[in-house]
């Protein structure tokens, strides 16, 4: 795995820290690409039977990072990259052997609330809120909230969100369905989820994920082309270069 993302052994529990804190763990190519072959590399690790996902510092992710997004607007070779990154990603998790329990620590915006919205389980800490703005940013969310929401909440809320890029906070989350538990301490507490169903008997437990997934990943198949493609266009827009230009000005 890249520096930008941590994962540590805790007997057959890994723990997978975003570990970019110094930029709120927004996403940048080399994390990009680590998540692509993450869970793969999951599910191929037997000794694994449940895993924990989480943010260092302060934000699980803010999403993209400003500078890698002007990039994917610049560089074709990038972006078809992660164009099938992201692909591998959705699919990846939507297969993932083991169950992922999310510990939301922190904002979890754009491809962030894509991960938490593909985990099995979500415990969120209060201060933290969900957030997918693709559509503010000029970018059709391919890999984003719009392929699982329906599946979580009603398709007017999934709406709503998704075209207006609206923070969910916590409690709302918790309320809608798109987080299972409110934490003060989401890391102790996923860790605690997570080695309560590595106890559980194998064959049992990945079968029973892998029949519930079935669901998510038939939508997952029925979108994500046409959503992929859609999203290599939209980098290429006037809109969207626009957009991340000013960002990128704002932040410098």
């Not at 610049?74 to 959705?90: F, S, Y």
């Not at 939301?104 to 997918?132: E, H, K, R, T």
């Amino acid at each position: 795995m890249p520096d930008e993302i941590e994962v540590r052994a805790e007997g057959d529990i890994r723990v997978i820290t975003l570990n970019r804190p110094e930029a709120l763990n927004a996403v940048n190519d080399s994390l990009h690409e680590g998540l692509a072959h993450l869970w793969t590399r999951l599910s191929e690790d037997y000794d694994a039977r449940a895993a924990v996902i989480t943010g260092a510092g302060r934000a699980f992710s803010a999403g993209g990072d400003f500078a890698y997004l002007q990039e994917l607007g610049e560089d074709p070779k990038l972006r078809a990259k992660t164009i099938l990154h992201g692909r591998e990603i959705v699919l990846g998790m939507t297969r993932c052997r083991v169950p992922v329990v999310a510990a939301v620590n922190g904002p979890a915006v754009g491809l962030g609330c894509s991960l938490v919205a593909l985990s099995d389980i979500v415990y969120i800490a209060p201060q933290a809120y969900l957030a997918d703005p693709h559509v503010q940013v000029g970018l059709v969310a391919a890999d984003g909230g719009p392929i699982t929401w329906p599946l979580h909440i009603s398709l007017l809320l999934a709406k709503e969100y998704a075209l207006t890029g609206a923070r969910i906070p916590a409690q709302r989350a918790v309320e809608l369905g798109l987080a299972n538990h409110l934490s003060d301490d989401p890391v102790a507490e996923a860790i605690e989820a997570a080695q309560k169903m590595a106890k559980l008997p194998r064959q049992s437990l990945e079968a029973t994920k892998r029949l519930l997934n079935l669901h998510m990943e038939q939508a997952v198949l029925a979108t994500l082309d046409f959503g992929n493609t859609a999203e290599e266009q939209s980098f290429r827009t006037e809109d969207f270069k626009a957009i991340v230009a000013g960002l990128n000005a704002r932040k410098n």
